[in-house]
């Protein structure tokens, strides 16, 4: 087949002198664990931390940034996108004491957010994000980064961020392993990290399916907002403080729900507690029309436009269909808008972009794909059989950025 010519001759390309023959030698464990060790990096480089901004007018006049981090998050897209929980970026409260102060403003609808570099350090406050979209009543809530720490705006196009790919939380099952990050308060300054599994799930009054995922991992306070991945590292849930139990000792209260049911969140609403330790998530099917909605530049309610003019970029992973694990260097084409598979002749001018895939089965092409036009793209790897389709077609509702897992079938 003409795909498989250029797929190996790509590979071939790619992996150099390693796919020719030779004596089997054996690798170092510190070499062995190398591709373990990117992967977690990769995994605690997009969990971020998130807190209040103010402006404070000091004694000569002049105006300066504070902010200081309370909550956790997870960058899910790499142009800024972040998930969290509605109470890690509620400041209502906060704001209103701020007023009893002259020189202090805490702003609204904006968030610090902190980077870790190290995870012996720190992280590192980098950007400001605005809340774009929010959920009060399942507690989840979408910012998108939107500029610097001395308020210059940002192109998301350039910020080319780690962010953690979404998975399917309906497809979770009891004693499934769990990987936890966050900030919480127990774990000083710096990201912490808990393993465990899923011990049950639970429903909730006007929630359609799974509220929430239980979990044996402990997470305590801080951690809210944060990250809960699964064994393929994508995020399932969003542990979430507003499920800790009444029979465990609260260190927080906040009102994030219309208890009473008057259509308002306030102070006539009960106070839930949120601080202690607890031990469910929020599974992140739950917030999916909310981050695309964000993805597409709009929010609930909003008059923002469905789709956008901008180029289509295709990011995602390459797996292996019966086991589900990533498949690594494997090639995903693109050809030039019009051309089908049968038109292909194997002359690579033909072809618009192919990427592989990394240590993770991940990959991502550039922003390629104009709107209003078709194309024909296949995938594979070697020992598996190659997938191609046609009349792949890109309009103006098409997202700026389309995630798919693509699967192959062993030869």
């Known amino acids: 087949m003409r795909l498989a010519r250029l797929l190996s001759a790509c590979l071939a390309v790619w992996l150099g002198a390693a796919m020719l023959p030779g004596p089997a030698l054996?690798?170092?464990?510190?070499?062995?664990?190398?591709?373990?060790?990117?992967?977690?990096?990769?995994?605690?480089?997009?969990?971020?931390?998130?807190?209040?901004?103010?402006?404070?007018?000091?004694?000569?006049?002049?105006?300066?940034?504070?902010?200081?981090?309370?909550?956790?998050?997870?960058?899910?897209?790499?142009?800024?996108?972040?998930?969290?929980?509605?109470?890690?970026?509620?400041?209502?409260?906060?704001?209103?004491?701020?007023?009893?102060?002259?020189?202090?403003?805490?702003?609204?609808?904006?968030?610090?957010?902190?980077?870790?570099?190290?995870?012996?350090?720190?992280?590192?406050?980098?950007?400001?994000a605005d809340v774009v979209d929010a959920l009060p009543k399942l507690d989840l809530a979408v910012l998108r980064i939107t500029s610097d720490l001395t308020g210059k705006e940002v192109d998301p196009s350039t910020l080319n961020l780690p962010f953690i790919e979404l998975g399917d939380s309906d497809q979770v099952e009891i004693e499934d392993a769990l990987r936890i990050y966050g900030y919480p308060s127990i774990g000083g300054s710096t990201i912490t990290f808990t393993r465990g599994s899923v011990s049950g799930f639970d429903s909730e009054p006007g929630v359609r399916g799974r509220a929430w995922i239980k979990t044996d991992a402990t997470i305590s306070g801080g951690n809210s907002g944060g990250t809960a991945l699964n064994d393929a590292g994508q995020l399932i849930g969003v542990p979430t403080q507003a499920s800790v139990s009444s029979a465990r000792q609260a260190t927080d209260c906040r009102r994030i729900q219309d208890t009473n049911g008057d259509g308002e969140i306030d102070e006539n609403d009960t106070c839930i507690p949120i601080?202690?330790?607890?031990?469910?998530?929020?599974?992140?099917?739950?917030?999916?029309?909310?981050?695309?909605?964000?993805?597409?530049?709009?929010?609930?309610?909003?008059?923002?436009?469905?789709?956008?003019?901008?180029?289509?970029?295709?990011?995602?992973?390459?797996?292996?269909?019966?086991?589900?694990?990533?498949?690594?260097?494997?090639?995903?084409?693109?050809?030039?808008?019009?051309l089908s598979w049968d038109d292909f002749s194997g002359d690579e001018a033909d072809v618009l972009e192919a990427v592989r895939t990394d240590r993770r089965g991940r990959f991502e092409t550039s922003p390629v794909l104009e709107r209003g036009k078709t194309y024909s793209v296949g995938w594979g790897a070697k020992g598996y059989r190659e997938v191609t389709q046609d009349n792949l077609e890109v309009t103006d509702d098409t997202p700026d950025v389309v995630e798919a897992t693509l699967k192959l079938q062993r030869r």
Do not use: C
């Open 275 to 338: 601080g202690g330790f607890i031990n469910a998530l929020r599974p992140v099917n739950l917030a999916k029309d909310m981050i695309a909605r964000a993805a597409r530049g709009g929010a609930a309610g909003s008059d923002a436009p469905r789709g956008n003019k901008g180029s289509v970029q295709i990011v995602g992973r390459i797996v292996d269909a019966d086991t589900g694990k990533p498949i690594v260097g494997a090639v995903f084409v693109i050809l030039k808008a019009g």
């Open 26 to 128: 054996a690798t170092p464990a510190a070499q062995r664990d190398e591709p373990r060790r990117d992967a977690r990096r990769a995994e605690w480089r997009a969990v971020v931390q998130l807190g209040p901004v103010a402006l404070v007018t000091n004694k000569r006049g002049k105006q300066e940034l504070r902010f200081f981090g309370w909550g956790s998050g997870t960058v899910i897209s790499r142009d800024g996108l972040i998930l969290t929980n509605y109470h890690v970026v509620d400041v209502s409260r906060l704001a209103r004491e701020a007023a009893r102060e002259r020189n202090v403003k805490v702003l609204e609808g904006k968030m610090v957010v902190l980077f870790t570099r190290q995870t012996d350090q720190p992280p590192v406050a980098t950007y400001i």
